[in-house]
């Protein structure tokens, strides 16, 4: 919310304000179009503002740009993951997961295009940040599961899952947002307590796990 | 194709054999180092031929090598999958997973870069041979479910597993090769049956297969 009359090429903006204001319009143009595409004056355009302005925030250019947004979306991301330890596991995991597919759903071709390898903007630092986020969300979970010193097998688990999450999205993106997205979420979470209930069969870690799971249904 | 002879100073080799030996070469490069750090003139050296001659081979440069390498890497990925209609489905699986296993065993880091995105000399082009792999792989599956016309819901457990198997795959690498290789494979061929019978509470045609395969075992 702004107090001020919407004139956004000369309202006074603090540094945070004008870079997030930049970035949404960076993310807003990634949705419709691949990273490599989006040029600075793009940004300029569809923020509004001068192309000088957005070339002395973004000096190092569209990698810069794309980088920058791809830390936006990474944080945002993490916070889906944000959930009180209340409650049974699956409802929480079903309220991340809601978070989650909900940005999923808003940035659409821009979500494919930020966390999707084999763009010509890619590099292993930019593979960074979205590995930096897939691990944050398995670290959430192994929490959420009261795993203090989670094993291979589980970990294992857990990190898979998330790919499968990612890879579920992108599916769902491809094939036009079917199904509707709370059966995508209910799926999601069965699959979770599938794979778990799997690794349980050959790990005691997990199925001890899988039990305390069991009754708090 | 071309009709003229590529080497008469080396040992006679057909065209076809000539690219083969200098992808293995590119290939066991990649094992160890990212693909934008491989140059034509090391592909040489291990490949023990002149410079020139890998240059006419591929006078695109390093981004056509890393193609092309990219592309025999996909055609032995799909052989994995190449396993007759016979015995038991999850048998079956787990022939095919040894297969899959054993390559990336074989290759371990040049697997990564090959398949991971996120190197500067991924493209969209890149991104779509992996993608075909992918693809192969799950109309191989399907094809073994004796699923004719698989619905949305079945479609997303297989082509999900199959982003699981690639990811589980990276993990492996990443924690120095644990477990062995026949409890991955169990594990994933467990986590197959796992995700399919999730789903078939919420999918009849999935319910079918499921119960199918129960009696196939």
């Not at 250019?61 to 936006?72: I, M, N």
């Not at 930020?114 to 590995?131: K, P």
């Not at 398995?138 to 291979?152: F, S, Y």
């Amino acid at each position: 919310m702004t107090s001020s009359a919407p004139t956004p090429a000369y309202r006074r903006l603090s540094v945070e304000e004008r870079r997030s204001q930049l970035l949404d319009a960076a993310l807003g143009l990634f949705a419709h179009r691949a990273p490599e595409d989006v040029s600075l004056d793009d940004v300029a355009e569809a923020a509004g503002v001068s192309r000088p302005l957005v070339y002395r925030y973004f000096p190092g250019g569209k990698q810069q740009l794309y980088e920058a947004a791809l830390r936006s979306a990474a944080d945002e991301l993490r916070h889906c993951f944000d959930e009180p330890r209340e409650g049974p596991l699956l409802s929480r995991l079903g309220r991340a997961l809601d978070r989650y597919l909900a940005f999923v759903d808003q940035h659409d071709a821009g979500f494919s295009a930020l966390l999707q390898g084999g763009s010509v903007v890619g590099t292993s630092r930019t593979t960074a940040i979205v590995d930096g986020v897939r691990r944050a969300a398995a670290e959430h979970i192994l929490r959420h599961l009261d795993a203090t010193d989670p094993g291979p097998r589980l970990r294992m688990t857990v990190r898979v899952w998330i790919t499968a999450v990612e890879a579920a999205s992108l599916i769902w993106l491809d094939e036009g947002k079917q199904p509707p997205l709370d059966e995508l979420r209910d799926w999601l979470v069965d699959q979770f307590a599938a794979v778990l209930t799997a690794t349980a069969a050959r790990d005691p870690q997990t199925a001890a796990l899988v039990h305390a799971l069991a009754g708090d249904v």
